[in-house]
């Protein structure tokens, strides 16, 4: 029989507050992500309570300026990580691909859970659904609304016909300005996770990947990262069976990727990954796709890699790697010219 102070797998660690406090966005999607997150703390974890703090970051904040003119890399999660360090907050949900490669020091990802849809959706204005559905079936001169430089630069290397404008705000007021009768936007291109997660998938009438629409997605997308303060031993332990292994290892390695680039979420780098099955049908790998586009979509390079990932260090190893081919094939060119524009691409990737 077991003593007193022994611990089984499922018990909860004693220095574990009984309630814990979990940071998000205010945002709908942001409160429905982590909704996903604390539901799968509850069931693991029913004896102890959850408290969620909504906040609004400087993203949130700003509205206007168009995501490419901010200089910050941490536009979503600053102020939520200050009361991390504080103490204040145990956790904080984040879509992973807000997440920069380079956390603060005392800050460290927790847990990345299953990843949803990593596809980009081509959403089209109400009024024109019923005759274009797809990227090539608009006129030249449609505009497509996004505030991504990795979703303009890729649509302007496969579709140099079209043409972009910004649109922010949250995926209900992107919506209305798509459209509204004298909105100016013939589609919006939108992550497809975000779109199923607040129940709007019906709106979606192209999914956009490598072999359809030729468009690559942003590291992390889909996936859901829990960020916590580094060495936070009791946290780690309430998170450690509710990762997702498979998530975890493309995710790491797609952004040891993007780290190695010094690309951050500023630049057009994209991904694809999928798990595929051993040709000896023992176990499986990673087979990741990238590039690496110039800001009007004239240059570009792309590399892919398949390999076996078993480690955390293997997933980095695998990322870099995979930069590491891309810089031979002259993405440095590409991302040296980038740099020379800092000033209109210092944003994050858009929602």
């Known amino acids: ?94 879509s992973l691909k807000d997440i920069p490669t380079q956390l603060p020091p005392s800050c460290t990802i927790g847990a990345i859970f299953p990843r949803a849809d990593p596809r980009d959706a081509l959403v089209m204005k109400f009024t024109l659904a019923a005759e274009h559905s797809t990227l090539d079936s608009l006129p030249a001169g449609s505009i497509v609304g996004t505030s991504s430089v990795r979703r303009s630069a890729q649509i302007s290397r496969r579709y140099p016909n079209l043409r972009f404008a910004d649109v922010r705000g949250n995926v209900g007021t992107r919506l209305s300005k798509l459209d509204a009768e004298d909105g100016q936007y013939s589609c919006l291109i939108l992550a497809a996770a975000g779109l199923q997660r607040l129940e709007l998938g019906d709106r979606i009438t192209q999914y956009l990947d490598s072999e359809n629409g030729g468009i690559l997605h942003a590291v992390g997308q889909g996936a859901l990262g829990v960020e916590i303060r580094e060495g936070d031993e009791k946290t780690i332990r309430l998170l450690e069976k509710l990762a997702c292994s498979k998530t975890t290892m493309a995710c790491l390695a797609e952004r040891s990727l993007l780290r190695t680039l010094e690309g951050g979420c500023s630049v057009p780098i994209g991904v694809e990954s999928r798990w595929v099955a051993n040709e000896d049908g023992d176990g499986e790998k990673l087979l990741m796709k990238a590039v690496v586009v110039s800001l009007d979509g004239k240059e570009s390079v792309e590399a892919e890699k398949c390999d076996r990932i078993e480690s955390k260090g293997q997933a980095d190893e695998f990322g870099w790697s995979l930069a590491r081919d891309l810089v031979e094939k002259g993405a440095t060119k590409i991302l040296e010219k980038i740099t020379l524009n800092r000033g209109i691409i210092g944003g994050q990737d858009g929602a």
């Open 1 to 94: 029989m077991a003593t007193a102070d022994a611990q089984s797998d499922d018990a909860i660690p004693s220095e574990v507050e009984r309630i814990i406090h979990i940071g998000t966005r205010k945002s709908k999607l942001a409160l429905v992500q982590t909704e996903i997150v604390h539901e799968a703390l509850q069931k693991a974890w029913p004896e102890l309570q959850y408290e969620i703090h909504a906040m609004s970051t400087m993203g949130d904040k700003n509205q206007v300026t168009p995501l490419h003119d901010f200089g910050a890399k941490s536009l979503w999660t600053h102020e939520l990580e200050a009361l991390l360090i504080e103490g204040k907050l145990d956790l904080i949900v984040h």
